[in-house]
């Protein structure tokens, strides 16, 4: 009866023992990426046309009825101009 009784501890310090190393192997996680290079605090606009997110800096902007509208690429800005006529 008492081997039977060593036996179950010793399974459950079995589990216990895999369950702690598991948890100690985890990798801690790592934080997100906001895009490669870039500083986090970097100003995005959205792309109305197709709705990409592009770098302020970067993008192509046209004023469309008094209101400065910044646009990914000069196709999205013709596509947007050309449907506003
Ligand atoms: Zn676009």
């Known amino acids: 009866m008492r081997a039977l009784l060593i036996a ?9 023992a ?6 100690l192997l985890q990798s801690p996680p790592k934080p997100e ?3 490669a290079g870039l500083p986090p605090d970097a100003d995005m606009v959205r792309d109305p046309e197709c709705g990409v997110y592009v770098l302020k800096d970067r993008a192509v902007t046209r004023i469309v009825r008094g209101s400065v509208l910044c646009f990914c690429s000069e196709a999205c800005a013709d596509k947007n101009e050309a449907r506003g006529r």
């Open 18 to 23: 895999r369950a702690v190393l598991r948890w």
């Open 33 to 35: 990426r906001r895009g």
């Open 8 to 16: 179950v501890y010793a399974v459950i310090a079995w589990y216990a």
